[in-house]
């Protein structure tokens, strides 16, 4: 018997916020909490609360100066004294810890069997916070400290982490850069923000080779992203056999979103979670985590992840059809990956 998708999401999310404009707001994600509370998916969905993630799981990633920072500044009246994208204020501590804990509550209910898949409709995202700074909305990183904790509770020696949020996860690579227990796979739109992820990052030390980066060109789409990713993933998830699959979940590479070039559509994040689904379930006994990331046109937002959760609400079945793209296959053609990876 199908298990329900977990979802977790929750209003206590909207208490980080400022009455200065800001793309990061309570209001990405206002519309989508009504619609999955609604009639269109009563009795379909497990949903959940967060708890607050505890001082060791944050520790776990983030260094106690970076802590004493954030306390000291968001008792400061101007919400940007930290950083100029990254706002802070008497709520965000609690909420970030909120948006962390959240994603553990989900990879508890994964490990002990009673869901397969969950999706974390967190906020503030988490994938550029690094151990001593918090960057690009970010102040908690989420997925990292989800790893982390499988790492020490659970004890899991192979995470792998897809990051498809059109930008870098700069903090993510940070965190796991010399370590083989999480491999980390971005793709993303090269030469923007954090200007970081070129394909010669590759991991140090024990990680060398545990860190694939896929800078792709403005303009690229749905054909040359699925290629990307399905050539990659299916060589890495047979080569590594990852014990779970975390994703960060990034919308901002839709094409209606203001923050970005790449023109994905919505039913490409549909098929990518078909993709996912499948490796999960041929890997991992299906255990498959969505965190979500960026997306700041709230309407292509919710489209996309509706149609995510759409996608979760079935079980894997088969991997999505590729069709070949020459300017993706060039990313690859001299690609670092080679020398560790045979995709």
Not at 71 to 89: A, F, K, Q, W
Request: with cysteine; aromatic share 12%; net charge negative.
């Amino acid at each position: 018997m199908p298990k329900p998708p977990g979802l977790l999401f929750d209003r206590r999310y909207y208490e980080h916020g400022i009455p200065q404009v800001s793309l990061e707001n309570a209001g990405r994600v206002r519309g989508l909490y009504r619609t999955l509370e609604g009639p269109q998916y009563a009795g379909q969905l497990r949903t959940f609360l967060p708890r607050e993630a505890s001082s060791a799981d944050i520790e776990a990633v983030h260094s106690a100066f970076y802590l004493e920072q954030l306390r000291e500044h968001v008792n400061i009246d101007d919400p940007y004294s930290y950083d100029r994208d990254t706002y802070l204020m008497e709520q965000s501590l609690y909420t970030a810890a909120l948006a962390a804990g959240g994603c553990l509550e989900l990879a508890d209910r994964i490990l002990d069997g009673e869901i397969d898949y969950g999706f974390a409709l967190i906020r503030p995202p988490g994938h550029h916070a690094e151990p001593g700074r918090g960057m690009g909305f970010c102040v908690f990183n989420n997925v990292a400290i989800t790893a982390q904790y499988l790492r020490r509770v659970y004890g899991l020696r192979r995470i792998l982490i897809v990051d498809f949020d059109v930008h870098h996860g700069n903090g993510t690579q940070t965190v796991f850069y010399e370590t083989d227990q999480v491999f980390f796979v971005s793709i993303h739109q090269e030469k923007i923000f954090p200007f970081s992820g070129s394909a010669r990052e590759t991991g140090s030390d024990k990680g060398r080779g545990y860190t694939i980066n896929l800078p792709v060109h403005p303009q690229f789409s749905d054909q040359e992203y699925l290629y990307l990713l399905s050539r990659v993933l299916g060589g890495v998830v047979e080569q590594y056999l990852p014990q779970i699959i975390l994703v960060s979940a990034g919308f901002d590479g839709h094409c209606d979103d203001p923050i970005s070039r790449v023109l994905l559509s919505t039913q490409w994040y549909a098929t990518v979670t078909e993709l996912l689904k499948y490796l999960a379930h041929e890997a991992c006994n299906d255990r498959l985590l969505f965190v979500l990331e960026g997306g700041y046109n709230p309407d292509s937002l919710q489209a996309s992840v509706l149609v995510t959760v759409d996608s979760l609400l079935h079980p894997a079945s088969r991997r999505p059809g590729v069709v070949h793209s020459q300017r993706a296959a060039k990313i690859l053609e001299n690609h670092p990956l080679h020398a560790f990876w045979t995709v």
